[in-house]
């Protein structure tokens, strides 16, 4: 596998990686994994549960892999912004891994101004005396928000940023302009989301065209260090790592990257092109939680759907964001049913 420096942290690391998130309960399926990533080459792991339950179950598995793993810890899981929780979650998660050492430490979920001014901020003084201990190499951070993220990199502050980098991002400028500040800062970039959650393969239970191996040839064809799909079992992980072998061909991304509108016609990629709404709906989210209660239940969408504050039947049916919208979403279908789900 082909190996990229993480940056100014000196490290190399295999441009697959794993993300850990999605896979299925067990120990097994994580041993397995962690196994054919490490066979295939491969060492980035982001490790994003912090829990003390979850390394109970899976420290076990990661210590046997230890010596073969660059290991992402994360400090905090994007809910409690709580410097002390952060803390203990990490120290239990250092002493699991049996190293007592992570060569990354990821501040998790940060995507406001405020949260970057004040935990993060109060976070870093406490991971620098981690690396004062020699018990953390690099301080990484990963979020969803340009501009947070753009100011992070271009802070000094942080060696590695995990941000989402997929087709969608395509010709976007801000996302470019992300890309160099790494670059120029020589911060590490790690793709999450490559393959935007999966949507971009399938349009109404049809297969759009689109591969693993088109989202990986395109986020390999940008800075990025290593990309950390997050497979939910072997199968999964084996259809990932088929990239080592496909022919140029297979990864040639060009006849689909400007060809989205039309093989995702219809469906939605929460891209936010339809922004903004002269009653502030926030519309990409409001598509995201049809999806949503497609594969899930109503009651598991609802609090998410309250979190959002906002009234779809406030809406004026202006149609803004139907003629921004490049995909041709059905967005007044969309905000109808959300209305009947959860109005
Ligand atoms: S409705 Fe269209 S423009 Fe809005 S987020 Fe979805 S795909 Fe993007
Ligand atoms: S049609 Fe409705 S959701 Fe769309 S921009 Fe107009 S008010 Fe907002």
Not at 14 to 39: A, N, S, Y
Not at 53 to 64: C, F, M
Not at 234 to 243: C, G, H, I, S
Not at 302 to 309: C, G, L, V
Request: negative net charge.
């Amino acid at each position: 596998m082909e190996q990229r420096q993480l940056g100014r942290t000196g490290r190399d690391v295999g441009i697959i990686g794993l993300g850990t998130e999605h896979l299925e309960p067990g120990p097994e399926v994580l041993d397995r994994v962690l196994g054919m990533l490490v066979d295939a080459g491969g060492n980035y792991v982001d490790l994003l549960y912090v829990k003390p339950e979850y390394w109970e179950t899976y420290g076990a598995v990661y210590r046997t892999h230890r010596a073969n793993l660059v290991a992402a810890a994360h400090w905090g899981d994007g809910q409690r912004f709580d410097l002390d929780y952060c803390q203990a979650c990490f120290d239990g998660m250092l002493a699991a891994l049996g190293s007592g050492y992570a060569e990354v430490a990821m501040i998790a979920v940060i995507d406001t101004q405020e949260v970057w001014d004040g935990f993060v901020q109060q976070s870093l003084e406490r991971l620098w005396r981690y690396q004062e201990q020699g018990r953390v190499g690099a301080i990484g951070m990963s979020g969803h928000d340009l501009s947070v993220a753009l100011e992070a990199v271009q802070s000094g502050l942080i060696d590695v940023l995990m941000f989402p980098v997929n087709l969608v991002g395509y010709g976007n400028e801000g996302d470019a302009a992300l890309y160099q500040a790494c670059v120029e800062h020589d911060v590490g970039l790690v793709a999450m989301k490559a393959y935007h959650g999966g949507v971009l393969f399938t349009v109404d239970g049809r297969p759009s065209g689109i591969t693993p191996a088109h989202c990986l040839s395109y986020v390999y064809s940008l800075p990025v260090a290593a990309a950390v799909p997050g497979p939910k079992n072997v199968d999964e992980m084996q259809a990932t790592l088929r990239y080592l072998e496909a022919t140029a061909e297979e990864k040639d991304y060009g006849p689909v990257v400007g060809d989205l509108p039309r093989l995702l016609h219809g469906k939605c990629v929460y891209c936010h092109h339809c922004l903004p709404c002269p009653v502030d709906i926030p519309v990409g989210w409001m598509m995201w939680l049809v999806d949503m209660t497609d594969r899930g239940t109503v009651e598991e969408a609802r609090p998410i759907y309250e979190s959002f504050h906002t009234d779809v039947s406030s809406c004026t049916e202006c149609g803004e964001c139907v003629a921004r919208c490049p995909f041709g979403v059905d967005i007044m279908a969309g905000l109808r049913k959300v209305a009947e789900l959860f109005g």
